[in-house]
């Protein structure tokens, strides 16, 4: 078990540009999250998978982000026209569905984005 | 909507003493609360509780859900220096399956 690793661990960019996140979950972990944490609060949901499969979406989340678990394995996070408001840390987690007394959410170390 | 309330916001604390931090939620089906702790870097899993009563303890740790009452506890005890963290509450909403987070509680425990 290597835990779940997201890359790369920091982004900068400037407003505009397009940038993609890479999250690579515990390999037998069906559930794939993404969560945004900016400073001083918790986790925000943006967007989950089983499988391959979005269960859904944060209707917070601009059209701008879109995410993919293509194989069922790994996740793509992309945020087209990034923009100064998002600036945070993108935690991805994965879990094993149906959860039982040992499986709750595993995350990884986040990326840092910063849109400059 | 769903929603999980966390107090304090934050906290200071000498060594040695015992705090005690609460995690209030209203959510559609629930499934199941879960407490971390984040220091740095990711949230790292402190405890799972789905029952009501049923404490949950590790070494200087202990939770305990209210499902009647809809919150939860985290207590530690002799708090040390390395006990400083945000402290972050989520629940399961079993709607949904999404985990819906508190803003968490800042510890800051002075030597």
């Known amino acids: 078990d290597t835990g779940v690793s997201q890359d790369p661990r920091h982004k900068i960019t400037k407003r505009g540009q397009n940038v993609t996140f890479r999250c690579d979950p515990i390999?037998?972990?069906?559930?794939l999250y993404w969560y945004r944490q900016t400073l001083g609060q918790g986790p925000e949901f943006l967007t989950y998978?089983?499988?391959?499969?979005?269960?859904?979406k944060s209707r917070l989340l601009s059209d701008r982000f879109s995410a993919e678990r293509p194989k069922g394995s790994f996740s793509t996070l992309e945020i087209q026209r990034t923009e100064q408001g998002d600036s945070a840390m993108y935690l991805c987690?994965?879990?094993?569905?149906?959860?039982?007394?040992?499986?709750?959410?595993?995350f990884g170390n986040g990326t840092r984005l910063t849109v400059t | 909507e769903d929603k999980v309330v966390q107090s304090p916001l934050s906290l200071v604390v000498h060594e040695g003493d015992t705090v005690t931090l609460n995690c209030s939620y209203e959510v559609t089906n629930f499934r199941s609360l879960l407490w971390y702790k984040q220091e740095k870097k990711a949230p790292t899993f402190l405890f799972m509780l789905t029952s009501s009563g049923i404490e949950k303890k590790s070494g200087r740790l202990s939770s305990i859900l209210d499902k009647k009452e809809l919150f939860s506890i985290l207590n530690i005890t002799a708090t040390q220096t390395g006990d400083s963290a945000v402290y972050l509450c989520a629940v399961e909403a079993g709607g949904t399956y999404k985990y819906i987070f508190g803003t968490g509680t800042r510890l800051k425990v002075l030597a």
């Open positions: 390999s037998e972990h069906n559930r």
């Open positions: 987690a994965s879990s094993l569905y149906p959860t039982g007394p040992n499986s709750p959410l595993h």
């Open positions: 998978f089983q499988n391959e499969a979005q269960l859904e």
